[in-house]
């Protein structure tokens, strides 16, 4: 998939996702060992980014398979179409196997698992689910195949490759873990920040994606409920854009706070720590 | 050294310091040498951060072993001050860097300082290093009036450019512990230094032993635990319980049963929110437990919609006010201090405090009780029938003692009595608290 880390980083560049040495290096090795990907970090510095960076430079397709409190092996991985088997069992009196392909209908895991095309399967907050999805993962991470008691091991034609992002809010448990390379994505530092508002608004000036990647550095140092995300950072940039400021003074940051702090008390905070 | 030595004792000393690396992963970091290029050194730091570190807890240590096992080669002296450059040129070239720098910059600096500051002559033929003799030299922090010259005062300016330079300024300081310990490693043997350099986890931190900035940063690790507890506590009660019927799961079901619903399904019910009484110790004896218990108690206040503190020392006062969600963590601790009434006579005396506690009855079917404390009562009446009827009243009791387990029931203390009335847990770090929380279910 790629040649070498420094390749990784030139290519998701050349897609707008500038990366660190850290994420270039996961990136490559989780292509090379074909190993899935655990991408944790704070909310909103571009976990999920990364997997469709990823599928957007490998040319590849991107699977999604969102998570949520609840979500179980028949929308995870697959679900017999029980309409399709009734009507067949109604329709022929012979004993017809109804555990077949045809009554099989597809999940997202399922579907990474047989595609035939290269694929970047994105298995998104994973830590929302409950632990026993964790289980249903896991001979898909360490085999990339899928048993179906009815039907068989289905293994994969092509290996896709695989990211998991968590925002930590639980741990997730050592055998997940043991699965995959595990990839701590940070806040980036102001000059990668810089450069990636104008990546992605490549319309503001040099100098003012300076002041705003410093200010935004500034409040993360502040204790806060929710610090800027990198995406709060790049609404930023637009607000301002669109605003026609020309500089982050005291009293534009005052007045457009509420595009980073979201919440009433973090924005007291920084007013008062910051002399706004 | 080989390299398949150098990864097998790196590895061995990941496992000393608390880091739980497996016979797999030990493997993956193998392999992964195998494919990347072993010359590039932050490669090779973030190949065996992937493999190996799974847990953010576990990089600061991961870091400094890595720093000792593959020490940066130390040439390419070039674009910084001569050897015997005087002092002021010295600190001018530090401020320059502490205004904005890249890692080798700093790092090659910092080894440069180390080399001409930091030896001190000990026994024959042998010298000590030092990094506090490089700080004391150099002093960093003083040269903070002379960067900020040129930017406008009292405003947004100052404020990040104060806060860079002292991220700068710690960054420095790193770089020149860390060269500092690889010469020492030089002289001595890495096992020696990495043995006594390495501080625990954070999450194996012991509560009773935790320092202010520890604090700061427990602080990040204890939201997602509280919010982790509600969604715990919420299952518990929802299990037993059953909801609406799910039809075309109940169908399908029927199939094997030629379409005859024999098993009906059933969707599990909305969640109730459980509502959540702590009471926790907040004498000084526990001081810091009891700092981070407040904390606890703060987070949880967020996650539930019905949870009532109240705290302790000789006497029992609510100090549920003090959390009103989405107000400052800081604030809150620092008004309760000053304000809450829990100290009468200023000796922890649980039997009064159940005493008193009982009293308010706040306790129903369907509340949890989490008890946070020593449980050393200062030889005072224990009052367990009070501490039994509370825990009959509730849904759930649990307690959650700060102290290792071997000292329990040393001295003052009545944890078996206590235990076994309420199921106490040994809770010293974040792990077992982790734990504590996984189990709930």
């Known amino acids: 998939?790629?040649?070498?880390?420094?390749?990784?980083?030139?290519?998701?560049?050349?897609?707008?996702?500038?990366?660190?040495?850290?994420?270039?290096?996961?990136?490559?090795?989780?292509?090379?060992?074909?190993?899935?990907?655990?991408?944790?970090?704070?909310?909103?510095?571009?976990?999920?980014?990364?997997?469709?960076?990823?599928?957007?430079?490998?040319?590849?397709?991107?699977?999604?398979?969102?998570?949520?409190?609840?979500?179980?092996?028949?929308?995870?991985?697959?679900?017999?179409?029980?309409?399709?088997?009734?009507?067949?069992?109604?329709?022929?009196?012979?004993?017809?196997?109804?555990?077949?392909?045809?009554?099989?209908?597809?999940?997202?895991?399922?579907?990474?698992?047989?595609?035939?095309?290269?694929?970047?399967?994105?298995?998104?907050?994973?830590?929302?689910?409950?632990?026993?999805?964790?289980?249903?993962?896991?001979?898909?991470?360490?085999?990339?195949?899928?048993?179906?008691?009815?039907?068989?091991?289905?293994?994969?034609?092509?290996?896709?490759?695989?990211?998991?992002?968590?925002?930590?809010?639980?741990?997730?448990?050592?055998?997940?873990?043991?699965?995959?390379?595990?990839?701590?994505?940070e806040y980036p530092t102001q000059e990668r920040e810089r450069d990636i508002v104008l990546a992605q608004v490549p319309t503001l000036p040099g100098d003012l994606a300076e002041q705003l990647a410093r200010t935004v550095a500034t409040l993360r140092a502040l204790e806060l409920k929710k610090a800027p995300s990198v995406a709060e950072t790049i609404d930023w940039a637009r607000t301002l854009l669109a605003l026609g400021r020309e500089e982050l003074d005291e009293s534009t940051v005052a007045g457009t706070l509420g595009v980073v702090l979201k919440h009433a008390s973090d924005q007291a905070r920084a007013r008062k720590e910051l002399g706004l | 050294m080989s390299l398949v030595d150098r990864h097998v004792g790196f590895v061995h000393a990941l496992?000393?310091?608390?880091?739980?690396?497996?016979?797999?992963?030990?493997?993956d970091a193998a392999r992964a040498l195998r494919v990347i290029d072993l010359t590039e050194r932050e490669s090779l730091r973030a190949a065996y951060a992937a493999t190996l570190v799974k847990k953010p807890a576990y990089r600061p240590g991961f870091d400094m072993l890595f720093d000792l096992w593959f020490p940066s080669s130390t040439s390419g002296m070039d674009g910084r001050p001569a050897d015997d450059a005087p002092l002021p040129d010295l600190r001018e070239h530090l401020s320059r860097l502490l205004a904005g720098a890249t890692d080798p910059e700093m790092r090659e600096f910092a080894r440069a300082m180390v080399e001409?500051?930091?030896?001190?002559?000990?026994?024959?033929?042998?010298?000590?290093?030092?990094?506090?003799?490089?700080?004391?030299?150099?002093?960093?922090?003083?040269?903070?009036?002379r960067i900020l010259q040129g930017v406008p005062r009292g405003g947004l300016e100052e404020k990040s450019t104060r806060q860079r330079v002292t991220a700068n300024i710690k960054r420095f300081e790193d770089a020149v512990a860390t060269d500092v310990r690889r010469r020492i490693a030089e002289d001595s043997g890495i096992e020696?230094?990495?043995?006594?350099?390495?501080?625990?986890?954070?999450?194996?931190?012991?509560?009773?032993?935790?320092?202010?900035?520890?604090?700061?940063?427990?602080?990040?690790?204890?939201?997602?635990?509280?919010?982790?507890?509600?969604?715990?506590?919420?299952?518990?009660?929802?299990h037993g319980r059953r909801g609406r019927l799910d039809f075309r799961r109940t169908v399908r079901a029927s199939?094997?049963?030629?379409?005859?619903?024999?098993?009906?399904?059933?969707?599990?019910?909305?969640?109730?929110?459980?509502?959540?009484?702590?009471?926790?110790?907040?004498?000084?004896?526990?001081?810091?437990?009891?700092?981070?218990?407040?904390?606890?108690?703060?987070?949880?206040?967020?996650?539930?919609?019905?949870?009532?503190?109240?705290?302790f020392v000789d006497t029992v006062d609510e100090i549920t006010r003090f959390f009103a969600p989405g107000g400052d963590v800081s604030e809150a601790l620092a008004k309760l201090a000053t304000e809450a009434?829990?100290?009468?006579?200023?000796?922890?005396?649980?039997?009064?405090?159940?005493?008193?506690?009982?009293?308010?009855?706040?306790?129903?079917?369907?509340?949890?009780?989490?008890?946070?404390?020593?449980?050393?009562?200062?030889?005072?009446?224990?009052?367990?029938?009070t501490l039994?009827?509370?825990?009959?009243?509730?849904?759930?009791?649990?307690?959650?003692?700060?102290?290792?387990?071997?000292?329990?029931d040393s001295g003052d203390s009545l944890a078996t009595s206590y235990g076994s009335i309420v199921p106490m847990r040994e809770c010293r770090n974040i792990a077992q608290l982790a734990e504590f929380i996984e189990r709930l279910a």
Request: aromatic share 8%; proline share 6%.
């Open chain 2, 192 to 238: 020696r230094i990495a043995r006594s350099a390495v501080r625990p986890p954070l999450d194996q931190l012991d509560f009773l032993r935790i320092t202010r900035a520890d604090l700061v940063r427990l602080r990040r690790e204890v939201h997602p635990l509280a919010r982790r507890l509600a969604a715990r506590l919420t299952i518990r009660q929802r």
């Open chain 2, 255 to 311: 199939l094997s049963t030629g379409g005859v619903p024999m098993d009906p399904r059933f969707r599990p019910p909305r969640p109730h929110k459980p509502e959540l009484v702590i009471l926790c110790d907040t004498s000084d004896s526990v001081s810091s437990f009891a700092h981070f218990t407040l904390l606890l108690t703060y987070a949880l206040r967020e996650q539930f919609t019905k949870v009532r503190a109240f705290g």
């Open chain 2, 341 to 385: 009434n829990m100290s009468r006579f200023g000796r922890t005396n649980y039997g009064r405090a159940f005493e008193e506690f009982a009293e308010k009855d706040v306790i129903g079917p369907k509340t949890s009780l989490l008890i946070l404390g020593d449980a050393r009562s200062n030889y005072q009446p224990p009052a367990l029938d």
């Open chain 2, 388 to 408: 039994k009827r509370l825990v009959k009243d509730a849904r759930h009791a649990y307690w959650l003692n700060p102290e290792p387990r071997r000292q329990w």
């Open chain 1, 1 to 185: 998939m790629f040649n070498s880390p420094a390749d990784v980083s030139e290519r998701l560049a050349a897609v707008d996702y500038l990366s660190d040495d850290s994420i270039a290096t996961s990136v490559f090795l989780a292509a090379a060992l074909g190993k899935p990907l655990l991408a944790e970090g704070p909310a909103g510095v571009g976990k999920t980014q990364l997997a469709k960076a990823v599928a957007q430079a490998t040319g590849a397709n991107l699977i999604r398979l969102q998570c949520y409190e609840g979500l179980d092996e028949a929308r995870a991985l697959y679900e017999w179409n029980y309409k399709k088997q009734l009507l067949r069992i109604q329709a022929t009196s012979s004993d017809d196997d109804i555990f077949s392909e045809e009554f099989l209908l597809e999940r997202p895991l399922l579907k990474a698992i047989r595609s035939a095309e290269p694929t970047v399967l994105l298995i998104d907050e994973t830590d929302k689910a409950d632990v026993e999805v964790e289980g249903l993962l896991l001979e898909l991470l360490s085999d990339f195949q899928i048993t179906i008691p009815e039907l068989g091991t289905i293994e994969a034609t092509l290996r896709p490759f695989v990211v998991l992002t968590s925002n930590a809010t639980r741990e997730l448990s050592e055998a997940l873990k043991r699965r995959c390379l595990y990839l701590h994505i």
């Open chain 2, 15 to 27: 496992r000393e310091a608390g880091l739980p690396v497996s016979l797999a992963e030990g493997l």
């Open chain 2, 116 to 145: 001409r500051f930091g030896r001190q002559p000990a026994a024959e033929g042998r010298q000590n290093w030092f990094s506090y003799s490089v700080m004391r030299a150099l002093s960093p922090e003083t040269l903070m009036a």
